[in-house]
């Protein structure tokens, strides 16, 4: 059995937030449906942070490894003497390790991103109940 | 904490004292060609600059966070007037320079100490107003804050171009100055960090306002300026090394071919960029007090290090009369930060 409240204003919906979480409700039954981002939610809700950032790291290392290992495998399979410089120029690779890092840490995020919030199945993610421009705090009774 | 002790009186006694010794222990025990005092001043005006410009930045944003902190980083203000009364010191050791025996026009004695002189006063006199008006909050706090910014970008390029650049003459790089203030600023953000660490220690107990957002956002900003520096040192670096041009490259050259100048030129890089950036990539660490503290360290080594890198090619260093200058200069500024902390409580 779960109950839902309904809200037309922002600061009624906060303090009835707060009042469920006062009065003892485990913060796992709350699920809220807001038509913007409430920050506050964020801060009343808190939540472990998001497990996205084990994507970005994972995609930035790869790609800092990614371009410093390419360059050296392809420039010490064709000797070329550009100007003086040595065949394994770290300074120069760096450039290329720096935008590679950034590049496959961008795509990793996204990724993960598009992974966390399962999309393009869009069926898991709305809701049938249309609640237009109000407030929506949902809390199921998890007791069997 | 005394009051009688650290009156302001006492200070400038003190002071006048430190600096009658250093007088003496500089004209004696010199030798042509030394410039540690060169080596103490860099230092020293990096961060005291620093610590003021990062308030003004902080002020000018209107960014809230720092004003736990902001008190005591303005503390140090009168060692701008300090400084500049050491620069005079210097001003009988210009034999350091290349263009001591036979200078121009720009490069002769009594105009590189006049200008220098010139605006490291007025440098000290913006940042007086400066603090003043932001420790009462006065509503022209923005304006002194712009006009100490600009005769800070202007005092550490002069810094850069003027007592640094020479050393290595004919070798000339535009993007010195740049690179000087930037670091100037990275060591002000570091003092202030290690400022939060001290306060977050006395405050444990006692009612006083926490520090600890504001030692999450000084680690944060630790953490962009180390990037920012690592950019701004590739970009200087990458240029020289790639053009490989002999009128640029000497001064890289005669800083990573012998094997311990190698060691502690690799050595800047890990303590300004490579340390700080792993440490302070985790969230817990940046709210963790003796980890911050801890990098702000490295990084204030690094600032020297690199100072040191910069002349012990040129010059010859004593570490005795370093050690002096530095615990001269130290407790001179340790004096000012107490006296103005407890004038500002009281």
């Known amino acids: 059995m779960s109950q839902h409240f309904v809200f037309d204003e922002k600061n009624v919906f906060l303090n009835k937030l707060r009042e469920l979480l006062k009065s003892g409700v485990p913060q796992k039954n709350i699920s ?32 800092g490894i990614a371009g410093f290992a390419f360059p050296i495998y392809t420039t010490l ?10 065949v394994v120029s770290i300074p120069a690779f760096v450039i290329i390790a720096f935008e590679l890092t950034i590049l496959f840490g961008a795509l990793a995020t996204f990724f993960g991103f598009l992974l966390f919030s399962k999309l393009p199945v869009l069926k898991q993610i709305i809701d049938p109940v249309d609640y237009d421009k109000q407030f929506v705090i949902l809390v199921k009774n998890g007791e069997k | 904490m005394d009051q009688g002790r650290v009156n302001t009186r006492n200070v400038i006694r003190i002071s006048a ?32 600059d620093g610590c003021i410009a990062f308030v003004a930045a902080a002020e000018l944003s209107k960014g809230k966070w720092i004003l736990p902190v902001k008190n005591a980083l303005l503390s140090f203000y009168p060692m701008l007037f300090v400084l500049s009364v050491f620069f005079i010191f210097l001003l009988f050791q210009v034999d350091i320079y290349p263009w001591y025996s036979d200078g121009g026009v720009w490069f002769n004695k009594n105009f590189f100490g006049a200008r220098n002189f010139i605006i490291l006063l007025i440098l000290y006199v913006a940042g007086r107003k400066f603090a003043i008006e ?11 804050a712009v006009i100490f910014l600009f005769f800070f970008v202007v005092s550490q390029s002069m810094v850069a171009f003027d007592w640094v650049m020479p050393l290595e003459y004919p070798w000339y790089s535009t993007l010195f100055g740049g690179y000087h203030f930037v670091e100037s600023l990275y060591s002000g953000i570091a003092v202030a960090a ?23 956002d000084t680690a944060t900003m630790l953490f962009g300026f180390s990037l920012l520096w690592a950019g701004l040192f590739y970009s200087q670096y990458l240029v020289i090394w790639y053009g490989n041009l002999p009128e640029e490259i000497s001064f890289l050259v005669k ?57 012990l090619p040129a010059v010859s260093l004593d570490p005795l009369r370093l050690l002096i ?21 009281s």
């Open chain 1, 32 to 63: 809220v449906i807001t038509p913007y981002h409430v920050h506050e939610v964020d801060e009343i809700l808190v939540s472990a942070p998001s497990k996205l950032r084990i994507f970005t790291f994972a995609g930035a290392l790869l790609g």
């Open chain 1, 77 to 86: 399979s064709w000797k070329i003497n550009v100007g003086g410089k040595p």
């Open chain 2, 17 to 48: 004292i430190i600096a009658g010794i250093l007088f003496i222990t500089e004209s004696l025990f010199r030798q042509r060609g030394d410039g540690s005092l060169l080596l103490t001043l860099l230092f020293w005006k990096s961060l005291v």
């Open chain 2, 134 to 144: 932001s420790r009462r909050e006065g509503n022209r706090k923005n304006f002194y």
């Open chain 2, 194 to 216: 290690i400022l939060c660490f001290i306060i977050s220690r006395k405050a444990a107990g006692k009612n006083i306002q926490p520090v600890g957002r504001t030692l999450f």
């Open chain 2, 255 to 311: 800083r990573i071919s012998l094997p311990y100048m190698r060691t502690l030129s690799y050595s800047i890089l890990i303590e300004l960029f490579a340390v700080p950036f792993l440490i302070l990539l985790s969230r817990r660490v940046k709210s963790n007090p003796p980890l911050v503290f801890i990098t702000a360290l490295v990084v204030l080594t690094g600032i020297f290090t690199e100072r040191l890198v910069y002349l």
């Open chain 2, 325 to 345: 200058q530095f615990a001269g200069i130290g407790t001179i500024s340790i004096l000012i930060h107490k006296n103005k902390i407890i004038n500002s409580s």
